[in-house]
């Protein structure tokens, strides 16, 4: 049984073109994010939601737009993509803000 | 905001060898938590230690928190090949809403 699901693994488009990407957890948990990881490993946290609210909005393009349906999924749409965009996103959920959070298999997107 | 920074950056050690990293923060945390990603994989939780505890274990990994130095690290004993991996530490934003993930510690044992 996967706990974290992202679809699709793998991304390759173009720049300028609009993509999705989608995230499903089964753990019953309340809360979920997004996290981008560049290609020195850096992981920062792009978004955070809690029981279908948004909590935490970084410093992110507003290219990028979060929808959380219900609260075992939260999907990922980006506008408009750029070269910068390409990178490895996480998806991840946990029951409550500050405790163990369990991580989807990633998708790594590519822009050319 | 707060984050965590892994000490070294890589690691390379022989099999059966022990693995040291560590982990330094900047303010005052509730818990901080290490985690481990294989190549191209996502995370995977290790160990959560409260700021209440200083010694945390779970089969070869020990984990010690030292509050007044804020700094933590993580030890990996008879280490395998399969423990070659990036090893991140997390602790809160300092708003509590979220953890902060440093930039990892690569460790590569080789047999």
């Known amino acids: 049984d996967t706990a974290v699901s992202q679809t699709p693994k793998y991304l390759v488009t173009q720049m300028g073109n609009d993509k999705s990407i989608k995230c499903e957890q089964n753990?019953?948990?309340?809360?979920m994010y997004w996290y981008k990881q560049d290609s020195k490993k850096f992981l920062k946290i792009m978004f955070s939601?809690?029981?279908?609210?948004?909590?935490i909005n970084e410093t992110v393009p507003n290219r990028f737009s979060p929808k959380s349906p219900d609260k075992a999924h939260l999907n990922l749409h980006i506008n408009s993509l750029e070269l910068g965009d390409s990178a490895v996103y996480f998806c991840?959920?946990?029951?409550?803000?500050?405790?163990?959070?369990?991580f989807g298999p990633g998708t790594r997107l590519t822009v050319l | 905001s707060q984050q965590g920074e892994e000490d070294p950056q890589a690691l390379s050690i022989q099999e059966g060898e022990n693995a040291t990293m560590n982990c330094s923060y900047k303010?005052?945390?509730?818990?901080l938590q290490w985690y481990r990603q294989n190549s191209g994989r996502g995370l995977v939780h290790l160990i959560l230690?409260?700021?209440?505890?200083r010694e945390k274990h779970s089969g070869r990994l020990r984990v010690t928190l030292d509050t007044s130095k804020k700094s933590s690290s993580l030890l990996i004993t008879a280490s395998r090949a399969a423990d070659t991996a990036s090893y991140f530490c997390?602790?809160?934003?300092?708003?509590?809403?979220?953890?902060?993930f440093g930039k990892g510690t690569t460790l590569s044992v080789s047999s």
């Open positions: 991840a959920s946990s029951q409550g803000a500050l405790q163990t959070q369990y």
């Open positions: 753990l019953g948990h309340d809360t």
């Open positions: 939601y809690n029981n279908k609210e948004l909590i």
């Open positions: 303010t005052s945390i509730n818990n």
């Open positions: 230690i409260r700021s209440n505890e």
């Open positions: 997390a602790t809160e934003a300092q708003a509590g809403t979220a953890l902060i």
